[in-house]
């Protein structure tokens, strides 16, 4: 009896406070659109047009290719630990800082998500309000509901709403690149007149940045994986290759019109409904999959069961989506320095520790103050130090706090 209430429970709430069984697993091409939907993003195709005006031809590949090989190993790594386990990043969390101190990273996730899925409908709302000379308030409660609803039936309606939106955004992405190529002569030519001093050091820091907090939440997607091939291929190639169709769609068109936002590169190609196709599923794709996140972590720190909390992430995000574009972005980029400490830790922990992340295995502790400590120091590394890479130093100071507390502290117990 009680085995088949845990099934129940694990089917409604899509096991969010379970391991994802043998049954519920799913192949390439499932994970392959949901992850592909995950990456396919509006911002980052801004970020994109930033590297477009701010780099040569040559300093933008290497810049991409860079920062996507580190942005692919860092959520690789996440994604065979989630297959492998079957665990949320939140029972992942639970392991590595303990059942209490993984209320942390669960408010740190949930808190950041939920922002930015309010940040997501606003910046779809805002532009398609101006371009069809409507309230954009009507449409934020229209985006805001639909996004909300697709979220709410979980991996199965990812799966569908990711699987319609990644073709069109990449034919619509391809076609204004190729456009811009040919009216600008070239990708050479186009990036060798907006060239500006961005650094290749600052265009891999763009690149990671750009995801790397996002990408934190893989494990809540590729725990459904059928096996960990499938989980690191999919999610490499959706990190790597998906994410470089973002840039490089930012980035030509940015290079050829001077724009630093996708929406308005298109309007300015005249091409105004594929803009707000491409600008509608992007959001939802993303803001899907950040919903989600936002829920299981409510239902970590609450107890209570997933589907309500995602009903009350969308509320919230959607009531305060304007507000939250307006006010809270910088706040929301200051938050994600903590999110990337967080994945480092889980990975770090997963190696040193990995009987604790079998089947039945219970968190080894209450609260585990290396991890906690981690992150705080990781997100004052990561926003105050200003050499080399914001992300990565923050993962550094975190795996450092986390070692230390590791051989000073609970060896000697």
Known sequence: ?????????????????????????????????VMMGFTFFSASMSVGAKLGNGLDFTGFIWSVV????????????????????GF??????????????????????????????GVGVAMFAIPAAELL????????????ACMTASAYFGIKALTIVSAISVPLIAVLG????????IEGGGLVAIFSKSAGSLSILGGVGLVIG?????????????????NNTVAVTTTVIA???????????????????????????????????????????????????????GGLGLTNITGLRQKPMVLVSGVVGTVAAIWLYNNFVGWLNFLNATLPPVGAIVMLDYVMHRKNYRAGAAPAHKVHWGSIVGVVAGAIVGN???????????????????LLAEYLIYRKK
């Open 1 to 33: 009896m009680a085995q088949r209430t845990s099934k129940r429970q694990g089917a409604d709430d899509d096991y969010a406070l379970e391991a994802v069984p043998a049954t519920a697993r799913k192949g390439f091409w499932s994970m392959f659109v």
């Open 66 to 85: 860079i920062g996507g090989i580190i942005l692919g190993a860092y959520t690789g790594g996440l994604a065979y630990i989630g297959c492998d386990t």
């Open 88 to 117: 949320t990043l939140d029972l992942l969390a639970q392991r590595s800082f303990g059942t209490a101190g993984s209320k942390l990273a669960s408010v740190l996730i949930a808190f950041t998500q939920i922002g930015w899925f």
């Open 133 to 144: 000379g409507i309230s954009p308030v009507i449409l934020v409660i229209i985006a805001g």
């Open 174 to 181: 391809i076609y204004s690149m190729v456009l811009s190529g």
């Open 210 to 226: 750009s995801f790397v907090s996002g990408g934190t939440a893989t494990p809540n997607f590729v725990r459904f994986a059928k």
């Open 239 to 293: 990190f790597f290759l998906g994410n470089s169709l973002m840039f490089a769609f930012g980035a030509v068109g940015g290079a050829f019109t001077g724009k630093d936002d996708i929406f308005y590169v298109m309007i300015a190609q005249g091409l105004a409904i594929p803009a707000l196709i491409v600008l509608g599923a992007n959001i939802w794709t993303t803001n899907n999959n950040a919903l989600y996140t």
């Open 384 to 402: 105050f130090v200003t050499l080399g890479i914001t992300s990565i130093n923050a993962m550094i100071a975190a795996c450092i706090c986390y």
